[in-house]
Nanobody, 129 residues
Framework: QVQLAESGGGLVQVGDSLRLSCTAS????????MAWFRQGPGKEREFVAC????????NYLGSVQGRFTIFRDNAKNTAYLQMDKLTPEDTAAYYC??????????????????????WGQGTQVTVSS
């Protein structure tokens, strides 16, 4: 059974950077499609970024494109979300998620929340102005 654990959230100032980490256990990490979602106060959970098994394909929410980078280190069973030029609108609980479908393939990516069947507990990011 796959388990995910996020870390790296915190309180930062506008324009600062943060790096979130998501470490997986219980399954070959190289066969997990990974993604980050976030849920701000009073908002629905939204897609932020995703990455394929082999790291060869990525996709981003439009408002974070160019500021956030998702990447993974399969040797460390860890996915990352590098967040630069943070704004107050980025304030949210950030969740990593895994697609454990073994038939997805090394290049599969999706922004569909329902495609991710394992979720972490979330880590809070607060950007203060």
């Amino acid at each position: 059974q796959v388990q995910l654990a996020e870390s790296g959230g915190g309180l930062v100032q506008v324009g600062d950077s943060l790096r979130l980490s998501c470490t997986a256990s219980g399954s070959p990490f190289s066969k997990l499609g990974m993604a980050w979602f976030r849920q701000g106060p009073g908002k629905e959970r939204e897609f932020v970024a995703c990455i394929s098994w082999n790291g060869g394909r990525e996709n981003y929410l439009g408002s974070v494109q160019g500021r956030f980078t998702i990447f993974r280190d399969n040797a460390k069973n860890t996915a990352y979300l590098q967040m630069d030029k943070l704004t107050p609108e980025d304030t949210a609980a950030y969740y990593c998620a895994a697609n454990t479908n073994p038939r997805a393939g090394p290049y599969f990516i999706t922004t569909d929340r329902d495609a991710y069947d394992v979720w972490g507990q979330g880590t809070q990011v607060t950007v203060s102005s």
